[in-house]
């Protein structure tokens, strides 16, 4: 199932819970920017952390992108297992995909 658009782009909750349907079902495309895909293999890690993350994780922060007029709404989500921290950013495209724009990892000391 695509990832709908949610109704308050900013309500972090319903955020939450949409990324969070949305990544647990394998319809849902996950696409990789090419940074993303960088800071995965420069920070180690794996992708599938990276789905954990997005199944799992809570959106803590929006970024309100406004270019040539169009808004956009990127999202950090945070996932904290015993190993440390993973804060994916995402996008909700407009065909529902999910699109990791970069990837974030802080471990515990």
Same mark, same amino acid.
């Given at each position: 199932m695509p990832c709908e658009q949610p109704h308050d782009p900013q309500d972090l909750d319903e955020v939450t819970a949409l990324i969070n =349907?949305? =990544?647990a079902d394998p319809a849902?495309?996950?696409?990789?920017g090419y940074h993303a895909d960088q800071r995965k293999e420069e920070r180690q890690v794996n992708p599938i952390i990276v789905q954990r993350a997005l199944r799992e994780g809570e959106a803590r922060r929006v970024e309100i992108d406004n270019y040539r007029g169009r808004v956009t709404y990127r999202y950090r989500l945070v996932y904290e297992d015993q190993y440390g921290t993973i804060e994916p950013v995402v996008k909700i495209l407009t065909n529902? =995909?999910?699109l990791v724009i970069t990837v974030i990892r802080k471990d515990r000391p």
């Amino acid at each position: 199932m695509p990832c709908e658009q949610p109704h308050d782009p900013q309500d972090l909750d319903e955020v939450t819970a949409l990324i969070n =349907a949305a =990544a647990a079902d394998p319809a849902t495309e996950i696409q990789y920017g090419y940074h993303a895909d960088q800071r995965k293999e420069e920070r180690q890690v794996n992708p599938i952390i990276v789905q954990r993350a997005l199944r799992e994780g809570e959106a803590r922060r929006v970024e309100i992108d406004n270019y040539r007029g169009r808004v956009t709404y990127r999202y950090r989500l945070v996932y904290e297992d015993q190993y440390g921290t993973i804060e994916p950013v995402v996008k909700i495209l407009t065909n529902g =995909a999910l699109l990791v724009i970069t990837v974030i990892r802080k471990d515990r000391p």
